[in-house]
Nanobody, 120 residues
Framework: VQLQASGGGLVQAGGSLRLSCAAS????????MGWYRQAPGKQRELVAG???????NYADSVKGRFTISRDNAKNTVYLQMNSLKPEDTAVYYC???????????????WGQGTQVTVSS
């Protein structure tokens, strides 16, 4: 099982980016999915999360600008980022609670990270 993130890049302040993260492998079920970010010299922080049923939560700093969604049929989570600010610059990581077909238990998986850079 692995998570593959894509969609990062360089954008000017006020612009938009859409991140995607697809889970692949032998998967029985996926519970919560989410996006975290880590800026240089700072701790990793939760940006947004979404349950299997579609309930969402956001960091206060991104509310009203970012939207998280998921496609359960594709085992994919998305992060639409609008009105980007320089302070959104970070490496973004996707995260998911996955039950592999080889296990009775759910465990946490992380994607490889994708760089988002917002220029002023």
């Amino acid at each position: 099982v692995q998570l593959q993130a894509s969609g990062g890049g360089l954008v000017q302040a006020g612009g938009s980016l859409r991140l995607s993260c697809a889970a692949s492998g032998s998967i029985l079920s996926i519970n919560d999915m989410g996006w975290y970010r880590q800026a240089p010299g700072k701790q990793r922080e939760l940006v947004a999360g979404i349950t299997r049923g579609g309930s969402t939560n956001y960091a206060d700093s991104v509310k009203g600008r970012f939207t998280i969604s998921r496609d359960n049929a594709k085992n994919t989570v998305y992060l639409q980022m609008n009105s980007l600010k320089p302070e959104d610059t970070a490496v973004y990581y996707c995260n998911a609670e996955i039950r592999p077909s080889t296990s009775w238990y759910f465990r946490e998986y992380w994607g490889q990270g994708t760089q988002v850079t917002v220029s002023s």
